[in-house]
């Protein structure tokens, strides 16, 4: 991958990526996010569970701007194959290890697409005894999901298209990126 330019569209495995969501936009939906968090969440301890690898960004920047009592815990979960479309199958490779008897639990996520991989935690949580289950993602495919609740807290909604940057892949690359960008598939008209 190539360095960014600011503004400029980054090439990855050959495919090219453009500018969607600059990084100050991105820092004033985070500070949304939380804000609304705090406010429901006070007094209420938290347990802010990370879905690694792409909400790490996300989850690193929204706990730091919450100035309350709350608990972080990691996931490790895997519904993509790498490349551009979910495979399907959800593949549980890490699982919390806080008790989650009694405990309100915040899913943080990059992405909620059809919804599947929250919907698949939401109930594996509650299975466990959690209080209560709210998701709060960074971006929302609304026009792609498909199963189970929307996310309680989104950043962003975005078009039906696929992304990179913040945590966000392709083939593995790309998370470093301070911005998310678009996948460029929209071929020039003919004629
Ligand atoms: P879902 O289970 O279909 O909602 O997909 C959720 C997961 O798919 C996310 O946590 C991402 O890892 C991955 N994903 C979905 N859309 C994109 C995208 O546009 N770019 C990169 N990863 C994506």
């Keep these: 991958m190539d360095e960014p330019a600011i503004g400029a569209p980054v090439m990855i495995d050959g495919l090219r990526f453009v500018p969607m ?4 936009e991105i820092s004033r939906g985070i500070a949304a996010v939380a804000g609304a968090l705090v406010e429901r969440y006070r007094d209420r301890n938290p347990l ?7 909400a790490a960004i996300f989850h690193a920047d929204l706990i730091r701007l919450m100035p309350i009592a709350l608990e972080v815990d990691y996931v490790r979960v895997s519904s993509y194959d790498g490349g551009l479309s979910s495979s399907g199958t959800i593949i549980f490779t890490a699982s919390a290890s806080t008790q989650l008897t009694g405990r309100n639990v915040i899913v943080v996520e990059d992405i909620v697409d059809t919804g599947r991989t929250v919907d698949w935690l939401r109930g594996y949580f509650m299975e466990r005894g959690a209080a209560s ?4 993602s960074l971006l929302y495919k609304r026009e792609a999901h498909m199963m189970g609740n929307p ?3 989104a ?5 039906n ?3 990179v940057g913040f945590g966000l892949d392709y083939r593995q690359q790309g ?3 301070p911005a998310v960008y678009l996948l460029d598939d929209i071929l020039p008209a003919e004629g």
């Design 133 to 136: 289950v709210e998701v709060a």
């Design 21 to 24: 969501i600059g990084s100050g």
């Design 175 to 177: 998370r470093n990126l």
């Design 48 to 54: 802010m569970i990370c879905v690694l690898n792409g």
């Design 151 to 153: 996310p309680e807290y």
């Design 155 to 159: 950043a962003f909604e975005i078009p």
């Design 161 to 163: 298209r696929f992304v």
